[in-house]
């Protein structure tokens, strides 16, 4: 059962409109949870990281994390024709030697 | 502050032939992780190295070594290549806080085809 899953897309959204992204993970002693943001040929960048449930804001970007039902979202408000990339999001686990493990990713395109 | 680098880019391999990929951060970091990652697979463990002096399997091991050279680099050797390890390399670095708040970096990747 694979750690953590994404819905691999493609997802369109007009620009200016909220692009929503989600992630399940299945274990329940995950610690922390991340948000990357990967341009077509180029290695993953942060873009949130949260570790409390709620809602975490930056910018444009905001982070859910609802532990009880094991999933975290991100939302990119204002969606700009940049924001098209692959977002990845990785799951850090309690006592796994500081492993951490990604979904496949989703891919999303802003559509101008 | 370089960040987290790796040579080489890009390589071509024949089958059969061994390469060591190596990377290397300036952060002062105490974990070092090697991924691949393929079309539609998202990024896979290989190895990771939690500290210095430290290394252990991840997701995807097989046909694949690493040597945590000092705190500082962590090399990625392919002792006989196949077209199954064609793929991209990443190499990525964190603090290495247990039960900590910490943040992976990633380098700009490697590249690799195996003929």
């Known amino acids: 059962q694979k750690e953590v899953e994404q819905n691999s897309g493609p997802l369109s959204v007009p620009e200016g409109a909220i692009a929503s992204l989600n992630c399940t993970y299945s274990?329940?002693?995950?610690?922390?949870f991340f948000w990357y943001r990967q341009y077509s040929g180029k290695s993953p960048e942060l873009i949130m990281s949260?570790?409390s449930n709620g809602d975490k804001e930056d910018g444009r970007f905001t982070a859910q994390l609802n532990k009880a039902s094991q999933y975290v979202s991100l939302l990119i408000r204002d969606s700009q024709p940049s924001d098209s990339a692959t977002y990845l999001c990785?799951?850090?686990?309690w006592g796994t030697g500081n492993q951490f493990y990604f979904g496949t990713g989703t891919s999303l395109t802003v559509i101008p | 502050n370089a960040g987290v680098t790796q040579t080489p880019k890009f390589q071509v391999l024949k089958t059969g032939q061994s390469m060591t990929l190596q990377c290397a951060q300036d952060?002062?970091?105490?974990?070092m992780y090697w991924y691949r990652q393929d079309p539609g697979m998202g990024l896979r463990l290989i190895y990771y190295?939690?500290?210095?002096?430290?290394?252990d399997k991840g997701e995807v091991p097989n046909g694949y070594n690493v040597s945590r050279l000092n705190k500082r680099e962590f090399s990625l050797r392919l002792e006989s290549a196949a077209p199954s390890q064609t793929s991209v390399y990443f190499c990525?670095?964190?603090?290495?806080?247990?039960?900590?708040?910490?943040?992976?970096?990633f380098g700009p990747g490697t590249r690799l085809l195996v003929l």
């Open positions: 952060m002062n970091h105490n974990s």
């Open positions: 990785a799951v850090k686990l």
């Open positions: 274990d329940r002693v995950s610690q922390s």
């Open positions: 949260i570790y």
């Open positions: 990525a670095s964190s603090e290495g806080l247990v039960g900590g708040q910490e943040t992976q970096y």
């Open positions: 190295s939690a500290s210095e002096g430290t290394t």
